[in-house]
């Protein structure tokens, strides 16, 4: 089920108001000496083939940009905590600056949900006289934000409050709650109070529990509605000042001193994500993103995204980039404001722009499209390009992408000094080798390996909460829910393992992702790019240092970094290749087991659309934006009498 979209003319925030409410904190933050602890939820049981080593070398853009705009907001006290470097932190033993903080964010994606519900009830065994206000958000908690709420009577930890958006929808919620607060009131103290007179139901993008005492259980949900989404993503804060805020790399369960120093960041992240574009026009019935931004196309300007890599690159050393995009080429005028806004600064040859070395995502046919602007794109720094190609043929996803397509664009990339890297899809229906057609898995792979894809990630489709077919993928009988009475855990839901599948034998399936894999990655092809290069494609060789430094080399000097430079271009396939090797062995340790429980049998499928146990509606007592079919709260329903209930308001029970 996609989300719905808000009403024309109210989907996006006024200009400026972004701007202006960091502006509005920054006002009250004097008044109020928070500190905050933002917690990345992260399952270690995740790290296979494709993400493995990205998951650990990159800071999520998502607490970061929480962070930059706390941060930005006045509230300096701040602390990012990343479980894939601080896998033992324990919430319920945090202290910053000598005390519990006052707030405790968590994010999450859905495949970490078994750390991030850890970390939730760490917290809820806090002294609720001492207990920080707790808020959870994340792409786990934008579509199902129920999950943050314990339905167990019997047991009911839980968030205060979920935040089913953006920044915007964090900092209205503290200004809401710091415009009530007073004098040294505890923050949760005041968010109590703040919910008890309705304040939050005017503040889009919240889910909060209701209750008939404050500390008792949760009894139902109430849901403010869908965010509005800010336009123009030039009044983002700085993600520069996100990597100031880092937790040090730890094996204690309590937080350091310190944050990690800024000359020890490129330590631990060697690539930074990075906002560029959001929004696709596309809309594949398996994806939620077109739902989300409510067919919105939202960038940064040119000059933006060439401050922000100049900033990281001088203050912390990265100098390379993966941008968060759905579809960098969606849009051909606003691609074009931006690579050419990169060129001009890379053609000054100077630090750091010379250095600067970025990638992202694009679809086949918009890559065909822009392929006259390929020079330009390519002099910014894009250096490799994650295509969605799906299915070679177009049989399972049609994205105007065919073999024909897709093979142009690939050549089209490499001629201009860009490496495609293929994401692929496997399915039901297709085989892992065939010999009249390139339909197999394998066969596609050969193809594309041989257009000069050096990575490759195959995944199987898995329900995508938020998409067109994710109830589908339920009453179908498509999603797996219990293999031999174990039920599918929220870890294995990436794609990795197979878990809906209506194939006869599913095991095969998952054997056959592993095929894959080894065909693509395995020591005969690692010797082969040895000799037959598949990475030595233009401009792989370019001179990344000053014409002025490169002048004050000897003769013997400038022709050894010739040398070394050739050389590494022409070992980047084969480093690949062992990259590749080492995840997989990861992967055959993790998900042949999984393969071994399918053989077995003892399938349980899913008839249904698992939903909330709680009660979920709107502030008025109608239907929730956030409740899928099913959910309780549908029907009508009698008055809740409840402590923090207002007044004047009928609450529907």
């Not at 909060?208 to 500390?215: D, G, I, L, M, V």
């Not at 992202?360 to 390519?378: G, K, N, Y």
């Not at 065909?519 to 030595?536: D, E, G, I, K």
């Amino acid at each position: 089920m996609e989300l719905p979209r808000r009403a024309a003319g109210d989907v996006l925030l006024a200009p400026g108001e972004m701007s202006a409410i960091r502006q509005r904190l920054r006002d009250l933050a004097p008044r109020h000496d928070l500190s905050t602890v933002i917690a990345c939820a992260f399952d270690h049981r995740t790290r296979i083939l494709p993400f493995i080593y990205a998951d650990t070398r990159m800071v999520p853009a998502g607490v970061r940009a929480i962070g930059s705009a706390l941060a930005d907001s006045g509230f300096g006290k701040t602390r990012i905590v990343l479980q894939q470097w601080n896998r033992h932190f324990d919430a319920s033993r945090m202290r910053l600056d000598g005390r519990i903080p006052d707030l405790f964010l968590v994010s999450s994606m859905h495949l970490h949900s078994a750390e991030c519900d850890r970390l939730i009830q760490d917290a809820n065994r806090i002294d609720p006289a001492q207990r920080p206000l707790i808020v959870v958000g994340g792409p786990r908690i934008i579509y199902e934000p129920w999950q943050a709420f314990s339905g167990d009577p019997d047991n009911p930890w839980g968030a205060d409050v979920a935040v089913t958006g953006e920044e915007y929808v964090l900092l209205q919620l503290l200004e809401v709650v710091l415009s009530i607060r007073a004098g040294n009131e505890p923050l949760r103290a005041a968010f109590l109070r703040a919910r008890q007179m309705g304040a939050l139901d005017e503040v889009p993008g919240l889910v909060y529990s209701r209750s008939t005492t404050p500390e008792g259980p949760c009894e139902e949900l109430v849901d403010t509605g869908i965010q509005r989404l800010l336009g123009d993503l030039d009044e983002l804060p700085s993600p520069v000042l996100g990597y100031q805020l880092l937790e040090p790399p730890s094996a204690a369960a309590t937080l350091g001193p310190h944050a990690l120093p800024a000359n020890r960041v490129r330590k631990h992240c060697i690539v930074s994500s990075l906002v560029l574009t959001a929004g696709c026009k596309f809309r594949c019935s398996y994806c939620p993103i077109p739902a989300y931004n409510q067919r919105q196309h939202r960038t940064k300007s040119g000059e933006r995204v060439a401050d922000e890599m100049q900033q990281i690159a001088e203050t912390y050393g990265i100098v390379n980039f993966f941008g968060t995009d759905d579809n960098f080429f969606n849009d051909t005028k606003r691609t074009l404001d931006i690579t050419e806004a990169l060129a001009r600064r890379v053609n000054t040859r100077r630090r750091p722009y010379c250095k600067i070395r970025w990638a992202t995502e694009a679809t086949i046919h918009d890559t065909l499209r822009l392929q006259e602007h390929l020079p330009v794109i390519r002099q910014s720094g894009l250096t490799a390009l994650w295509l969605g190609v799906e299915d070679l043929t177009g049989t399972l996803v049609k994205k105007g992408q065919d073999e024909n397509k897709t093979l142009r664009a690939f050549r089209a990339l490499r001629d201009h000094g860009i490496y495609p890297v293929p994401m692929m899809m496997h399915y039901d229906a297709q085989p892992l080798v065939t010999w009249n057609s390139n339909q197999g898995l394998l066969n596609q792979l050969k193809v594309l390996r041989k257009a000069g894809a050096l990575y490759t990630q195959v995944l199987m489709l898995t329900p995508s909460p938020g998409s067109k077919w994710y109830e589908d993928t339920y009453s179908s009988g498509l999603a797996i829910a219990e293999v031999n009475g174990t039920a599918v855990q929220p870890h294995i839901v990436d794609g990795n393992y197979v878990v809906a599948s209506q194939h006869p034998r599913p095991w095969l399936k998952q054997l056959n992702l592993l095929a894959g894999y080894t065909y693509f990655f395995n020591p005969l092809r690692f010797l082969a790019a040895l000799v037959r290069s598949h990475s030595a494609i233009p401009l792989a060789d370019l001179e990344t240092r000053t014409p002025e430094e490169v002048a004050r080399y000897s003769t013997w000097k400038r022709f050894r970094r010739r040398l070394y430079l050739k050389a590494r271009a022409h070992l980047i396939d084969a480093g690949v290749q062992l990259f590749g090797m080492y995840g997989l062995m990861h992967t055959y340790r993790r998900t042949l087991g999984w393969a071994g429980q399918l053989f077995r049998g003892g399938i349980r499928r899913y008839d249904r659309v698992p939903v909330s146990r709680l009660r979920l509606r709107s502030p008025d007592g109608g239907p929730a934006s956030h409740a899928l079919p099913g959910t309780p709260g549908a029907e009508p329903r009698q008055e809740l009498v409840s402590l923090d209930a207002k007044p004047r308001r009928h609450v529907a029970a």
